[in-house]
């Protein structure tokens, strides 16, 4: 992977795949994530970061504050932060 925008659509499709194989759970949490992962690509381009580590840490930070607000129950939190580090297993995986 060289671009942040690579990256992005590893992610997505990983995601995408889940949609006919995946739990409710799975489908819950991989369809949040994909509105963060876009986000972050997003802000990341407009400053300019073009990082992969840029974007990890903008999910990352998206997700603690709607966490601190409340926006998750605490189950889904736990389901929600599990597959974003799932997809960052399998997105850097050699495989990928």
């Not at 300019?48 to 999910?59: A, C, S």
Request: hydrophobic share 45%; glycine share 6%.
């Amino acid at each position: 992977m060289k671009t942040i925008f690579e990256f992005e659509r590893v992610l997505l499709d990983l995601i995408d795949a889940l949609v006919s194989t995946g739990t409710a759970d799975e489908l819950f949490a991989s369809g949040y994530l994909r509105g963060h992962i876009s986000l972050a690509v997003a802000h990341c381009e407009i400053d300019g970061r073009n990082h992969i580590r840029d974007v990890k840490h903008r999910v990352l930070a998206g997700l603690q504050e709607a966490c601190i607000s409340g926006e998750l129950s605490d189950k889904d939190q736990k389901l929600v932060m599990q597959m974003w580090q799932r997809l960052l297993q399998q997105a850097e995986s050699p495989l990928a």
